[in-house]
């Protein structure tokens, strides 16, 4: 005879694993539950505090939100200089927690470029554009005639073949992050990864960056993530993924050309979500919400004794 009790914990043992489970394994990048602690002997910051984010292969998606956001620490993640506190990422395959030194080394080589937002971080200022888009490929071998010709291909796809022969000092700052774009997908990288790119342009260099990384997209091939706060960016690419306090809260997908925007909340796995700021003011809401269950949506409520009629869902059950 079949015992219920433990056909009970059966059915409670499958449902935590399939709670632990990540929510897909599609895209080219999968973060899941990611969270990113800083401790000192003071204080301790939470940069990332249950972060769910899937981009797939192909996509030019933006990543906004207010300093301090954890926006800029998924990037140290992604691009295998930090390492997560806990949960789940990996990029192209890799598992960014379970890498070895070499392997970190190696995948920082071939699969990731960075673009850093000061410019002066992104080239060496003793060689020439040429030279510093070449370099990057001698650490992977490739042989010296094919890197001079891939470095000059690459400077005349994102518009700087006119700088091959200039250093850095002799390039103003939008120059500089177009090269800086070009290193970046010197070795064919599976995901260009830039953080702030343009923060220190004026508008008409800061266009010709966003082309060139939109270049590296759609004629390079690459996947490219930008962190940025600049609205001429975000308003650019199809997908605009917010950050607020460590978790992704809220996507914006645009049709195409950039028209027909449209807001999304995201439901994390544990079926979190956040309320964009100025709901949350307009509606007076805070500490406790009531829900009710609609027959196509769910109602947020302020705890008030006015409401909707009927009672609300009951959270115990």
Known sequence: MTDPHADDLRHLEEKARVAQRPHTDDGLVVCDN??????????????????????????????V???????????????????????????????????GRRERLGYRRRTVGFVWQQTGRNL????TALENVALPMKYVRVPRRRRAARAAELLDVLGVAHCRDRRPAELSGG???????????ANTPRVVLADEPTGELDTASAEEVFAALRRANEELGATVLVVTHDPLVSGQVRRTVRIRDGRTSTETLRGPGGGGAEEYTVLDRAGRLQLP????????????????GEPDHVGV???RTEGPPGPGPNPST
């Open 34 to 63: 990611l969270v990113r602690v800083y401790r000192t002997d003071e204080v301790e910051v939470q940069a990332l505090q249950g972060l769910d984010l899937v981009v797939e292969e192909g996509e030019c998606t933006a990543l």
């Open 65 to 99: 939100g207010a300093s301090g956001s954890g926006k800029s620490t998924l990037l140290s993640i992604l691009s295998g200089l930090d390492l997560p506190t806990a949960g789940r990422a990996r990029v192209a395959g890799h598992d960014l927690l379970a890498l």
């Open 124 to 127: 060496l200022p003793y060689l």
């Open 175 to 185: 120059e500089q992050q177009r090269v800086a774009v070009a290193v970046a997908t």
């Open 277 to 292: 700021r100025d709901y949350v003011d307009r509606y007076g809401l805070s500490g406790r919400v009531r829900l009710t």
């Open 301 to 303: 409520w302020p705890d």
